[in-house]
T-cell receptor, first 110, second 114 residues
Framework: QKEVEQDPGPLSVPEGAIVSLNCTYS??????FMWYRQYSRKGPELLMY????GNKEDGRFTAQVDKSSKYISLFIRDSQPSDSATYLC??????????FGTGTRLTIIP | GAVVSQHPSWVICKSGTSVKIECRSL??????MFWYRQFPKQSLMLMAT?????????EQGVEKDKFLINHASLTLSTLTVTSAHPEDSSFYIC??????????FGEGSRLTVL
């Protein structure tokens, strides 16, 4: 079993829809949880950073962490074609290397 | 967010030559940086952890003599691909971590070995 599981997709949704991206993990020691967006041939861009359980909202993006279920989610409201990218979840426990999901390829259809 | 700059963004070299890629943290000091390799449509593969003032820690299966990493200052880490071959062609990405745990990536460097 991988330490972090993420559905690779691809996931296609119509413009304006709500997108739900998810990751599960097995290491209960993880404390920091992040979501990255990566466009083709570009480095990943940090979208959301959360510490421990709870919700965090930033514009159209909402990150949820449920440590009891070892489950994190990223919601994208009012999805736009420019949101089409690969989304990576990542988690860690301090100033050390992160563990990444495999990434979900998302396409928003105009 | 913090800015990590990577240079060059694109490099083509002949087989057998060495190529150096630089990774700089522009607005913060980075004790620890990471180097990744990414093949098309695949996820990031961690190659090594670069620690300022000490030897890099390489992941299993990564040849340390092939991929030389130097982290001589708190704002600069370099990756040198020595005696490059076509199979070394890939997208190399660096990242730097803040004390908060947030990790920021460079723009990536695409290496093509002819």
């Amino acid at each position: 079993q991988k330490e972090v599981e993420q559905d690779p997709g691809p996931l296609s949704v119509p413009e304006g829809a709500i997108v739900s991206l998810n990751c599960t993990y097995s290491n209960s020691a993880f404390q920091y949880f992040m979501w990255y967006r990566q466009y083709s041939r570009k480095g990943p861009e940090l979208l959301m950073y959360t510490y421990s359980s709870g919700n965090k909202e930033d514009g159209r993006f909402t990150a949820q962490v449920d440590k009891s279920s070892k489950y994190i989610s990223l919601f994208i409201r009012d999805s736009q074609p420019s949101d089409s990218a690969t989304y990576l979840c990542a988690m860690g426990f301090g100033n050390e290397k992160l563990t990444f999901g495999t990434g979900t390829r998302l396409t928003i259809i105009p | 967010g913090a800015v990590v700059s990577q240079h060059p963004s694109w490099v083509i070299c002949k087989s057998g030559t060495s190529v150096k890629i630089e990774c700089r943290s522009l607005d913060f000091q980075a004790t620890t940086m990471f180097w990744y390799r990414q093949f098309p449509k695949q996820s990031l593969m961690l190659m090594a952890t670069s620690n300022e003032g000490s030897k890099a820690t390489y992941e299993q299966g990564v040849e340390k003599d092939k991929f030389l990493i130097n982290h001589a200052s708190l704002t600069l880490s370099t990756l040198t691909v020595t005696s490059a071959h076509p199979e070394d062609s890939s997208f190399y990405i660096c990242s730097a971590i803040l004390t908060s745990g947030e990790l920021f990536f460079g723009e990536g460097s695409r290496l093509t070995v002819l």
